[in-house]
């Protein structure tokens, strides 16, 4: 047995679930209205753990929702301090499944909750309510602990996970021989871990980035997918009193689907049966786990450094690359091949549309507007922006209080009108929180990158090798989506010019990524001075 004479860490833990949320209610994930939540399959689970050490305190939670909102995050903080639990938010790190299969109305944004019946009350303070009693919960029976870092990669023959855009992909710098790459190998097969040992019960917190996406929209009930069924194995192995986390790292352009399925015009798993696909795949990173598991060859110890920051997205700035106001294109409602959105014919006259009123509002605006315009349009690259969620703009038009005409172009448009007649959403002055947190991590050898993106591949692989420059101790780093809040996707540049669906949902243009890597070398410059 393992002693713990020498831990100078305590860890606690706790779980309890989300569900039951109430029924019918549009689920939030693939962005259509039929996508109704009637019954409930599986649980939906919220887990906290809390660590800590001398003066440092610290706050891991995860929920099995789709995302974390900026509004959740500061309701649950807020609450948090009130209840003596945090100083402040700086001592939690919030993050998601990526579940497609839990509760909507979770945005007190427009954008999202487009296809939803708008903000619900209910199931924010459900979900608060649960958030708060596992961290005191967690806090409350914490006990010495030993805690070690492991990672091992997936053999690229084992189908866990697939790079659904590979177009994209081969456009980046780094490859040198497209014919090698393929759908297996052109993502972050790499699975970290935190095994934090107690006397008698144990805890993990495991990061592998896969899309949560198992179940189709063509499922009528709340699932917790693959991550779910990862982390019910794993508490299985581990035995009663222990808990694990199976966390996002960069899913973007990843997905668990290998096969297109002709009948349903959309990608799958190898399993007709959606859940026994999800259990499958959940299974395949439960296994992975457990070998990890076994690893207690690095021993974090020592102290931990954490820092906190926030900001606004959409005003970034580096070496004349930046940052503009949060607009989406029309590649991102034509969808995925796991979830088709609207017809490639459509699509072709949106962008017509698109690029017909760019046309249009250069020749007739002022020379100052132009500037403006030029400026906008040169970040957005080869977007053709069909919401300007910045401006609360559709096509190019200002929208007062209606969508008029156009409503027929996707049907979720409709829903907009509602929505917006609301003050709920009508009087917010955009259509998208901008602003959210981000984190930097550094522990032993390991360092945590947790961003409110949706990060592909490559531009993981970019972060990682920023963080070990500026951090030459750090060996491995993590790079945590999913966290804070939800600002679409996070590619290379060269990703984002070939305009998938990933594409234009990278909203705030091209150059986020070189931006996000500026804040990352701003926040080591004051990352041991921000000790916990």
Same mark, same amino acid.
């Given at each position: 047995?393992?002693?713990?004479?020498?831990?100078?860490?305590?860890?606690?833990?706790?779980?309890?679930?989300?569900?039951?949320?109430?029924?019918?209610?549009?689920?939030?994930?693939?962005?259509?209205?039929?996508?109704?939540?009637?019954?409930?399959?599986?649980?939906?689970?919220?887990?906290?753990?809390?660590?800590?050490?001398?003066?440092?305190?610290?706050?891991?939670?995860?929920?099995?929702?789709?995302?974390?909102?900026?509004?959740?995050?500061?309701?649950?903080? !807020?609450?948090?301090?009130?209840?003596?639990?945090?100083?402040?938010?700086?001592?939690?790190?919030?993050?998601?499944?990526?579940?497609?299969?839990?509760?909507?109305?979770?945005?007190?944004?427009?954008?999202?909750?487009?296809?939803?019946?708008?903000?619900?009350?209910?199931?924010?303070?459900?979900?608060?309510?649960?958030?708060?009693?596992?961290?005191?919960?967690?806090?409350?029976?914490?006990?010495?602990?030993?805690?070690?870092?492991? #990672?091992?990669?997936?053999?690229?023959?084992?189908?866990?996970?697939?790079?659904?855009?590979?177009?994209?992909?081969?456009?980046?710098? !780094?490859?040198?021989?497209?014919?090698?790459?393929?759908?297996?190998?052109?993502?972050?097969?790499?699975?970290?871990?935190?095994?934090?040992?107690?006397?008698?019960?144990?805890?993990?917190?495991?990061?592998?980035?896969?899309?949560?996406?198992?179940?189709?929209?063509?499922?009528? #009930?709340?699932?917790?997918?693959?991550?779910?069924?990862?982390?019910?194995?794993?508490?299985?192995?581990?035995?009663?009193?222990?808990?694990?986390?199976?966390?996002?790292?960069?899913?973007?352009?990843?997905?668990?689907?290998?096969?297109?399925?002709?009948?349903?015009?959309?990608?799958?798993?190898?399993?007709?049966? !959606?859940?026994?696909?999800?259990?499958?795949?959940?299974?395949?990173?439960?296994?992975?786990?457990?070998?990890?598991?076994?690893?207690?060859?690095?021993?974090?110890?020592?102290?931990?450094?954490?820092?906190?920051?926030?900001?606004?997205?959409?005003?970034?700035?580096?070496?004349?690359?930046?940052?503009?106001?949060?607009?989406?294109?029309?590649?991102?409602?034509?969808?995925?091949?796991?979830?088709?959105?609207?017809?490639?014919?459509?699509?072709?006259?949106?962008?017509?549309?698109?690029?017909?009123?760019?046309?249009?509002?250069?020749?007739?605006?002022?020379? !100052?507007?132009?500037?403006?315009? #030029?400026?906008?349009?040169?970040?957005?690259?080869?977007?053709?922006?069909?919401?300007?969620?910045?401006?609360?703009?559709?096509?190019?038009?200002?929208?007062?209080?209606?969508?008029?005409?156009?409503?027929?172009?996707?049907?979720?448009?409709?829903?907009?009108?509602?929505?917006?007649?609301?003050?709920?959403?009508?009087?917010?002055?955009?259509?998208?929180?901008?602003?959210?947190?981000?984190?930097?991590?550094?522990?032993?050898?390991?360092?945590?990158?947790?961003?409110?993106?949706?990060?592909?591949?490559?531009?993981?692989?970019?972060?990682?090798?920023?963080?070990?420059?500026?951090?030459?101790?750090?060996?491995?780093?993590?790079?945590?989506?999913?966290?804070?809040?939800?600002?679409?996707?996070?590619?290379?540049?060269?990703?984002?010019?070939?305009?998938?669906?990933?594409?234009?949902?990278?909203?705030?243009?091209?150059?986020?990524?070189?931006?996000?890597?500026?804040?990352?070398?701003?926040?080591? #410059?004051?990352?041991?001075?921000?000790?916990?």
């Amino acid at each position: 047995m393992l002693s713990l004479d020498k831990a100078t860490w305590k860890a606690g833990w706790s779980k309890k679930e989300l569900t039951p949320f109430r029924t019918p209610l549009v689920m939030m994930g693939w962005g259509d209205e039929h996508n109704i939540a009637r019954s409930q399959f599986t649980p939906l689970n919220a887990r906290a753990i809390h660590l800590t050490q001398a003066q440092t305190e610290f706050y891991y939670l995860y929920l099995e929702i789709c995302y974390i909102t900026h509004y959740l995050h500061r309701l649950i903080c !807020e609450k948090a301090i009130d209840q003596g639990l945090i100083k402040d938010s700086s001592q939690i790190q919030m993050s998601a499944s990526h579940t497609h299969s839990g509760p909507g109305g979770i945005n007190e944004h427009l954008y999202y909750e487009v296809p939803t019946p708008g903000l619900q009350k209910d199931v924010i303070e459900r979900i608060v309510e649960v958030s708060l009693e596992v961290l005191k919960a967690s806090k409350e029976n914490s006990e010495k602990a030993r805690i070690y870092y492991a #990672e091992r990669d997936f053999p690229e023959e084992t189908p866990v996970a697939f790079n659904r855009s590979m177009s994209s992909y081969l456009r980046n710098q !780094e490859i040198d021989n497209p014919k090698t790459a393929n759908p297996k190998n052109a993502i972050d097969r790499t699975m970290s871990q935190w095994n934090i040992i107690r006397e008698n019960d144990h805890a993990i917190i495991n990061w592998f980035g896969v899309h949560g996406t198992c179940l189709s929209k063509n499922r009528n #009930e709340y699932h917790f997918d693959n991550k779910g069924y990862a982390c019910q194995y794993m508490e299985e192995y581990l035995g009663e009193g222990s808990m694990a986390i199976f966390a996002q790292a960069s899913a973007g352009d990843v997905t668990p689907h290998n096969v297109f399925d002709a009948t349903m015009s959309e990608s799958r798993g190898d399993l007709i049966l !959606e859940d026994k696909y999800a259990q499958k795949n959940g299974k395949l990173q439960q296994e992975l786990a457990v070998e990890i598991f076994k690893d207690r060859s690095i021993e974090l110890n020592g102290p931990m450094y954490f820092t906190k920051h926030k900001a606004d997205f959409s005003k970034l700035e580096v070496g004349g690359l930046y940052t503009v106001g949060a607009s989406f294109g029309v590649a991102m409602i034509q969808g995925t091949k796991e979830g088709p959105g609207i017809p490639t014919a459509l699509a072709i006259v949106l962008k017509a549309v698109v690029r017909f009123s760019k046309m249009i509002r250069m020749i007739f605006s002022s020379s !100052e507007q132009k500037k403006q315009l #030029e400026r906008y349009y040169a970040a957005q690259g080869n977007k053709d922006v069909f919401i300007n969620a910045d401006a609360k703009e559709l096509l190019g038009f200002k929208i007062r209080k209606k969508v008029r005409l156009i409503s027929l172009v996707d049907p979720v448009i409709k829903k907009m009108n509602q929505l917006l007649a609301t003050a709920e959403y009508g009087e917010k002055s955009t259509w998208l929180d901008q602003q959210s947190y981000y984190s930097l991590m550094v522990w032993g050898s390991h360092a945590i990158v947790a961003l409110p993106f949706e990060v592909s591949s490559m531009a993981s692989r970019r972060l990682k090798s920023v963080v070990k420059k500026l951090h030459p101790e750090v060996k491995s780093v993590t790079i945590n989506g999913y966290c804070y809040s939800y600002m679409g996707y996070l590619l290379t540049p060269e990703e984002y010019e070939n305009q998938l669906y990933e594409g234009g949902h990278s909203v705030f243009g091209k150059w986020l990524l070189p931006n996000i890597a500026h804040l990352l070398e701003k926040q080591s #410059e004051v990352l041991y001075r921000d000790r916990l």
